[in-house]
């Protein structure tokens, strides 16, 4: 290799290099509002998704099964706030009263039991008796998140905004998805377009199918809940059954958060039902994990739990609680563009994409089989030809 042609591929490595720090560098800066654009994808699957169903089952024209689906959603959305809405807003400020009253209570049985004194006598430094961090008690912590909670919602104006940007786009997307995946696909090079559109309609189709399967799975456990905690005279029973359905959306931790008020309100009542509540959750979410979800994802999508939790993780460290929200959906769309674009395209295995049924994986394959054949014959007519002149 000569020294000009070697400073210009270093010239092209150096100039590649600049361009992909440069766009992680924008990726950075735009974050959330690229993380907006994502929950409004996500909102315009879910409307794409009611929207084939009407389509299917009313035999109706896509605009008017499109406004079906939006009727609905508003419906549903009208019938939370006019059940949930209200009982929270009621019931919160009694919820935060009886997690400091439960705090309290723990306070004061460790006081009794001189954890204190114990914990200095092995040499754990907890201050002085009546100071330390026990005495001072997890009040501050709750007191912390609470004030978190509050200055988060505070800031309404950015939140209605884009809350307005995610029902505006979602609705746009929704109505002409395929427009908008072939203006995209139009700023890719042209021998790529036809193998993104089919990475394109396998995510929708992932993700249509793990919306199906989180919403079955949060109303399965906001029911088990629900009804449990009413049999066990839990106080707040129905706002404890709705955190419950809303943080199933977020996989294995929002179980664990969701579970921490109903003990601490359940201590109020006697230590005995503390017990019968830890065992009714942990029965709601087994029902949930071994038969419910196993029996949705079996046609729908099921995640690795070791990925979904770094997921989570990543995606906490990197957004905050916005980005352990749409942590699954968005491994979804990962996990099955790395199965599209690297692991068959690259590594040239035939894997099943999440979501996808074995039937419909057969037949990809087989179509993908015959255009590689038809390419191949056809890549070897013009040979033939030439060399014929």
């Keep these: 290799m000569t020294r000009p042609e070697l400073a210009k591929r270093a010239a092209i490595v150096a100039v590649i290099a600049v361009l992909i720090a440069g766009v992680a560098a924008f990726a950075w800066v735009v974050s959330q509002a690229l993380l907006v654009l994502f929950v409004a994808i996500l909102f315009a699957v879910l409307l794409d998704g009611m929207t084939r169903l009407a389509m299917r089952w009313l035999h109706l024209p896509r605009p008017l099964a499109l ?3 939006i009727l609905v959603i508003i419906a549903c959305i009208g019938g939370i706030f006019a059940f949930g809405g ?19 209570r723990i306070q004061h049985e460790l006081r009794g039991m001189d954890v204190e004194h114990k914990l200095h006598d092995v040499g754990i430094d907890s201050g002085k008796a009546g100071s330390g961090p026990l005495s001072k008690g997890a009040a501050p912590v709750f007191s912390a998140i609470f004030s978190h909670v509050q200055s988060y919602l505070s800031n309404s104006v950015e939140m209605v905004a884009d809350l307005f940007i995610v029902i505006v ?5 929704a109505a002409n998805p395929r427009f908008y995946v072939d203006t995209f696909l139009k700023l890719m090079p042209q021998h790529r377009r036809e193998r993104l559109a089919v990475v394109a309609r396998e995510v929708g189709h992932g993700l249509r199918r793990w919306l199906l399967g989180v919403f079955i799975s949060m109303l399965a456990v906001g029911i088990a809940t629900g009804i449990g905690l009413t049999l066990l005279h839990v106080p707040l029973a129905g706002l404890l059954a709705i955190i419950a359905t809303v943080l199933t959306f977020i996989p294995y931790i929002g179980t664990i958060i969701s579970m921490v008020p109903a003990l601490l309100v359940a201590l109020l009542v006697s230590p005995i ?15 949930e994990g071994y038969l419910v979800t196993p029996l949705v994802q079996s046609r729908t999508v099921r995640l690795a739990p070791g990925w979904l939790i770094l997921s989570e993780l990543v995606g906490g460290l990197a957004a905050g609680v916005f980005g352990v929200l749409i942590a699954a959906p968005l491994l979804v769309t990962i996990t099955i563009a790395m199965q599209l674009l690297y692991v068959e395209d690259v590594l040239g295995d035939s894997t099943r994409t999440l979501g996808e049924s074995s039937e419909k994986f057969r037949m990809r394959r087989l179509v993908a089989v015959l255009r590689e054949r038809a390419r191949r014959r056809h890549g070897g007519d013009p040979g033939k030809e030439d060399g014929g002149n």
């Excluded at 503390?274 to 065992?279: A, E, F």
């Design 67 to 69: 406004t079906l689906a």
């Design 86 to 104: 209200l009982r929270v807003a009621s019931e919160a400020p009694a919820l935060r009263s009886s997690l400091q009253k439960s705090v309290q």
């Design 169 to 173: 786009a979602g609705i746009y997307f």
């Design 273 to 287: 039902t503390v017990l019968y509540v830890l065992l009714l959750y942990l029965f709601a979410h087994a029902l």
